[in-house]
Protein backbone atom coordinates (compact mmCIF):
# COMPACT_ATOMS: atom_id res chain seq x y z
CA UNK A 1 0.00 0.00 0.00
CA UNK A 2 2.69 1.98 0.87
CA UNK A 3 4.57 1.53 -1.96
CA UNK A 4 1.44 2.15 -4.07
CA UNK A 5 1.20 5.71 -2.67
CA UNK A 6 4.96 6.14 -3.40
CA UNK A 7 4.71 5.49 -7.14
CA UNK A 8 1.25 7.51 -7.63
CA UNK A 9 3.13 10.61 -5.51
CA UNK A 10 6.12 10.19 -7.82
CA UNK A 11 4.25 10.18 -10.72
CA UNK A 12 2.43 13.15 -9.92
CA UNK A 13 5.21 14.94 -8.99
CA UNK A 14 6.71 14.28 -12.44
CA UNK A 15 3.87 14.74 -13.96
CA UNK A 16 3.76 18.73 -12.51
CA UNK A 17 6.93 19.07 -13.04
CA UNK A 18 7.17 18.58 -16.88
CA UNK A 19 4.43 21.28 -17.70
CA UNK A 20 6.03 24.01 -16.24
CA UNK A 21 9.65 23.14 -18.41
CA UNK A 22 7.28 22.23 -21.37
CA UNK A 23 5.26 25.55 -21.10
CA UNK A 24 8.94 27.59 -19.93
CA UNK A 25 10.31 25.92 -23.30
CA UNK A 26 6.91 26.66 -25.49
CA UNK A 27 7.25 30.10 -24.03
CA UNK A 28 10.93 30.60 -24.75
CA UNK A 29 10.27 29.30 -28.15
CA UNK A 30 7.37 31.71 -28.84
CA UNK A 31 9.67 34.51 -28.19
CA UNK A 32 12.97 33.05 -30.35
CA UNK A 33 10.72 32.76 -32.66
CA UNK A 34 9.03 36.75 -32.41
CA UNK A 35 12.46 38.05 -32.50
CA UNK A 36 13.50 36.23 -35.39
CA UNK A 37 10.45 37.65 -37.05
CA UNK A 38 11.09 41.70 -35.89
CA UNK A 39 14.88 40.84 -37.42
CA UNK A 40 13.70 39.54 -40.44
CA UNK A 41 11.60 42.74 -40.99
CA UNK A 42 14.00 45.16 -39.64
CA UNK A 43 16.80 44.13 -42.12
CA UNK A 44 14.23 44.35 -44.72
CA UNK A 45 13.61 47.76 -44.42
CA UNK A 46 17.04 48.24 -44.18
CA UNK A 47 17.55 46.45 -47.16
CA UNK A 48 14.65 48.52 -48.96
CA UNK A 49 15.86 52.03 -47.28
CA UNK A 50 19.42 51.14 -48.84
CA UNK A 51 18.44 50.11 -52.51
CA UNK A 52 16.01 53.62 -52.37
CA UNK A 53 19.00 55.40 -51.64
CA UNK A 54 21.31 53.53 -54.38
CA UNK A 55 18.07 54.55 -56.60
CA UNK A 56 17.97 58.27 -55.72
CA UNK A 57 22.06 58.67 -56.30
CA UNK A 58 22.05 58.13 -59.92
CA UNK A 59 18.78 59.87 -60.52
CA UNK A 60 20.55 63.49 -60.13
CA UNK A 61 23.64 61.88 -61.83
CA UNK A 62 21.42 60.89 -64.32
CA UNK A 63 19.59 64.44 -64.61
CA UNK A 64 22.73 66.68 -64.61
CA UNK A 65 24.05 64.25 -67.50
CA UNK A 66 20.91 64.81 -69.39
CA UNK A 67 21.30 68.13 -69.78
CA UNK A 68 24.39 67.54 -71.35
CA UNK A 69 22.94 64.96 -73.47
CA UNK A 70 19.77 67.30 -74.86
CA UNK A 71 22.49 70.34 -75.12
CA UNK A 72 24.40 68.00 -77.58
CA UNK A 73 21.44 66.63 -79.35
CA UNK A 74 20.07 69.97 -79.74
CA UNK A 75 23.43 70.57 -81.16
CA UNK A 76 23.26 68.05 -83.63
CA UNK A 77 20.03 68.37 -84.60
CA UNK A 78 20.66 72.23 -85.43
CA UNK A 79 22.80 70.72 -87.88
CA UNK A 80 26.79 70.64 -87.48
CA UNK A 81 27.60 73.14 -90.24
CA UNK A 82 25.74 76.35 -89.32
CA UNK A 83 25.64 75.10 -85.37
CA UNK A 84 29.86 74.84 -85.72
CA UNK A 85 29.66 78.67 -87.45
CA UNK A 86 27.76 80.17 -84.50
CA UNK A 87 30.13 78.24 -82.10
CA UNK A 88 32.75 79.86 -83.38
CA UNK A 89 31.40 83.13 -83.58
CA UNK A 90 30.68 82.20 -79.80
CA UNK A 91 34.05 81.59 -79.10
CA UNK A 92 36.07 84.50 -80.89
CA UNK A 93 33.76 87.20 -79.42
CA UNK A 94 34.41 86.11 -76.43
CA UNK A 95 38.23 86.37 -76.78
CA UNK A 96 38.36 89.43 -78.06
CA UNK A 97 36.29 90.73 -75.39
CA UNK A 98 38.11 88.99 -72.76
CA UNK A 99 41.35 91.12 -74.31
CA UNK A 100 39.26 94.41 -73.98
CA UNK A 101 38.04 94.01 -70.10
CA UNK A 102 41.35 92.82 -69.07
CA UNK A 103 43.71 95.71 -71.05
CA UNK A 104 40.78 98.46 -69.85
CA UNK A 105 41.30 96.95 -65.92
CA UNK A 106 44.70 97.37 -65.98
CA UNK A 107 44.56 100.92 -67.76
CA UNK A 108 42.56 102.04 -64.98
CA UNK A 109 43.95 103.93 -62.43
CA UNK A 110 43.20 106.53 -59.48
CA UNK A 111 42.90 109.04 -61.49
CA UNK A 112 42.74 112.10 -58.48
CA UNK A 113 45.66 110.79 -56.84
CA UNK A 114 48.23 110.41 -59.77
CA UNK A 115 47.28 114.17 -60.58
CA UNK A 116 47.78 115.12 -57.52
CA UNK A 117 51.19 113.52 -57.22
CA UNK A 118 52.06 114.69 -60.83
CA UNK A 119 51.08 118.71 -59.54
CA UNK A 120 53.22 118.18 -56.62
CA UNK A 121 56.20 117.17 -58.71
CA UNK A 122 55.58 120.40 -61.23
CA UNK A 123 55.33 122.69 -58.28
CA UNK A 124 58.64 122.02 -57.06
CA UNK A 125 60.67 122.28 -60.50
CA UNK A 126 61.11 118.51 -61.12
CA UNK A 127 59.67 117.98 -64.40
CA UNK A 128 62.12 114.98 -65.14
CA UNK A 129 60.81 113.21 -61.80
CA UNK A 130 57.31 114.61 -63.55
CA UNK A 131 58.44 112.41 -66.94
CA UNK A 132 59.75 109.37 -65.26
CA UNK A 133 56.89 109.33 -63.04
CA UNK A 134 54.65 109.15 -65.73
CA UNK A 135 56.65 106.38 -67.85
CA UNK A 136 56.39 104.45 -64.47
CA UNK A 137 52.33 104.38 -64.65
CA UNK A 138 50.22 102.81 -67.23
CA UNK A 139 47.06 103.70 -68.50
CA UNK A 140 46.19 106.25 -71.10
CA UNK A 141 45.72 108.91 -68.40
CA UNK A 142 49.35 108.86 -67.69
CA UNK A 143 50.65 108.57 -71.23
CA UNK A 144 48.56 111.93 -71.73
CA UNK A 145 50.58 113.71 -68.83
CA UNK A 146 53.94 112.33 -70.10
CA UNK A 147 53.18 114.01 -73.53
CA UNK A 148 52.44 117.23 -71.61
CA UNK A 149 55.44 117.00 -69.46
CA UNK A 150 57.87 116.32 -72.18
CA UNK A 151 56.40 119.35 -73.97
CA UNK A 152 57.01 121.57 -70.88
CA UNK A 153 60.54 120.15 -70.28
CA UNK A 154 60.97 121.54 -73.84
CA UNK A 155 62.20 124.63 -74.87
CA UNK A 156 60.95 125.37 -78.01
CA UNK A 157 56.77 123.93 -77.44
CA UNK A 158 56.58 124.87 -73.57
CA UNK A 159 53.61 127.72 -74.72
CA UNK A 160 50.56 126.57 -73.32
CA UNK A 161 49.00 126.72 -76.38
CA UNK A 162 51.81 123.76 -78.08
CA UNK A 163 50.88 121.64 -74.98
CA UNK A 164 47.21 121.70 -74.96
CA UNK A 165 47.33 120.78 -78.51
CA UNK A 166 49.73 117.74 -77.58
CA UNK A 167 47.53 116.67 -75.02
CA UNK A 168 44.28 116.80 -77.40
CA UNK A 169 46.07 114.81 -79.85
CA UNK A 170 47.57 112.24 -77.77
CA UNK A 171 44.35 111.82 -75.95
CA UNK A 172 43.05 111.22 -79.34
CA UNK A 173 45.34 108.30 -79.82
CA UNK A 174 44.95 106.93 -76.36
CA UNK A 175 41.10 106.96 -77.33
CA UNK A 176 41.62 104.78 -80.44
CA UNK A 177 43.96 102.84 -78.23
CA UNK A 178 40.92 101.76 -75.81
CA UNK A 179 38.47 101.49 -79.08
CA UNK A 180 40.62 98.77 -80.58
CA UNK A 181 39.30 95.36 -81.47
CA UNK A 182 35.71 96.80 -80.57
CA UNK A 183 34.69 96.77 -84.41
CA UNK A 184 35.24 92.16 -84.36
CA UNK A 185 33.18 92.42 -81.33
CA UNK A 186 30.30 93.73 -83.22
CA UNK A 187 31.08 91.97 -85.92
CA UNK A 188 30.27 88.48 -84.38
CA UNK A 189 27.66 90.14 -82.61
CA UNK A 190 25.70 90.34 -85.85
CA UNK A 191 26.50 87.62 -87.47
CA UNK A 192 25.60 85.06 -84.90
CA UNK A 193 21.88 85.83 -85.35
CA UNK A 194 22.61 86.25 -89.29
CA UNK A 195 23.55 82.84 -89.04
CA UNK A 196 21.02 81.45 -87.17
CA UNK A 197 18.70 82.99 -89.32
CA UNK A 198 20.37 81.33 -92.42
CA UNK A 199 19.75 78.42 -90.08
CA UNK A 200 16.35 79.16 -90.16
CA UNK A 201 15.74 80.08 -93.72
CA UNK A 202 17.67 76.38 -94.75
CA UNK A 203 15.92 74.34 -92.32
CA UNK A 204 12.50 75.66 -94.13
CA UNK A 205 13.78 74.77 -97.32
CA UNK A 206 14.60 71.44 -95.91
CA UNK A 207 10.82 71.12 -95.24
CA UNK A 208 9.62 72.25 -98.38
CA UNK A 209 11.74 69.75 -100.10
CA UNK A 210 10.30 66.69 -97.58
CA UNK A 211 6.59 67.93 -98.37
CA UNK A 212 7.81 67.66 -101.80
CA UNK A 213 8.85 63.98 -102.07
CA UNK A 214 6.39 62.89 -99.77
CA UNK A 215 3.64 64.51 -101.60
CA UNK A 216 1.76 65.21 -98.57
CA UNK A 217 1.79 68.61 -95.71
CA UNK A 218 1.27 66.27 -92.64
CA UNK A 219 3.24 67.65 -89.14
CA UNK A 220 5.82 64.60 -88.93
CA UNK A 221 7.11 65.31 -92.58
CA UNK A 222 7.55 69.28 -91.75
CA UNK A 223 8.75 68.60 -88.25
CA UNK A 224 12.40 67.92 -88.94
CA UNK A 225 13.44 71.02 -90.97
CA UNK A 226 11.26 73.32 -88.79
CA UNK A 227 12.86 71.86 -85.94
CA UNK A 228 16.79 72.70 -87.58
CA UNK A 229 15.21 76.25 -87.93
CA UNK A 230 14.04 77.11 -84.70
CA UNK A 231 17.14 75.42 -82.56
CA UNK A 232 19.87 77.29 -85.14
CA UNK A 233 17.59 80.51 -84.49
CA UNK A 234 17.36 80.23 -80.76
CA UNK A 235 21.38 79.57 -80.52
CA UNK A 236 22.19 82.54 -83.08
CA UNK A 237 20.06 85.00 -80.59
CA UNK A 238 21.60 83.51 -77.09
CA UNK A 239 25.08 83.94 -79.12
CA UNK A 240 24.46 87.48 -79.59
CA UNK A 241 23.11 88.39 -75.92
CA UNK A 242 26.08 86.93 -74.62
CA UNK A 243 28.36 89.47 -76.41
CA UNK A 244 26.18 92.35 -76.33
CA UNK A 245 26.34 91.93 -72.22
CA UNK A 246 30.64 92.25 -72.78
CA UNK A 247 30.37 94.83 -75.48
CA UNK A 248 28.21 96.87 -73.34
CA UNK A 249 30.48 96.47 -70.10
CA UNK A 250 33.34 97.40 -72.50
CA UNK A 251 31.63 100.44 -73.80
CA UNK A 252 31.06 101.59 -69.91
CA UNK A 253 35.19 101.21 -69.11
CA UNK A 254 35.85 103.25 -72.20
CA UNK A 255 33.59 105.92 -71.09
CA UNK A 256 34.81 105.56 -67.71
CA UNK A 257 38.67 106.12 -69.13
CA UNK A 258 37.27 108.91 -71.47
CA UNK A 259 35.96 110.70 -68.71
CA UNK A 260 39.46 110.39 -66.84
CA UNK A 261 41.66 111.62 -70.01
CA UNK A 262 39.30 114.71 -69.75
CA UNK A 263 39.98 115.76 -66.10
CA UNK A 264 43.54 114.87 -66.42
CA UNK A 265 43.67 117.14 -69.28
CA UNK A 266 41.79 119.98 -67.30
CA UNK A 267 44.34 119.72 -64.10
CA UNK A 268 47.38 119.10 -66.59
CA UNK A 269 46.56 122.66 -68.31
CA UNK A 270 46.29 124.26 -64.99
CA UNK A 271 49.52 123.06 -63.70
CA UNK A 272 51.40 123.88 -66.45
CA UNK A 273 50.28 127.05 -66.50
CA UNK A 274 51.40 127.76 -63.11
CA UNK A 275 54.77 126.32 -63.64
CA UNK A 276 57.73 128.69 -64.13
CA UNK A 277 58.80 126.45 -67.02
CA UNK A 278 55.89 127.13 -69.19
CA UNK A 279 55.64 130.31 -71.44
CA UNK A 280 53.20 132.44 -70.86
Not at 29 to 53: C, G, I, K, L, P
Not at 111 to 134: H, P, Y
Not at 181 to 209: E, H, Q
Amino acid sequence: MKKLFAIVALVAAFTFGMTPAVMAQEDVETTTEQVDSVAEDTTAVDTTAAEAETDAAPVVEEESESIFKTLKTKYIEGGAGFMSLVAIALVLGLAFCIERVIYLSLAQINTRKFTTDLAAKVAAGDVNGAIEFCKGTRGPVAQVSRKAMECLASTDRNDIGTIESTINMEAEVQGSYLEQNCSWITLFIAMAPSLGFLGTVIGMVMAFDDIQRAGDISPTVVAGGMKVALITTIFGIIVALILQVFYNYILAKVESLTSNMEEAAQELLTMCVQSDKCKK
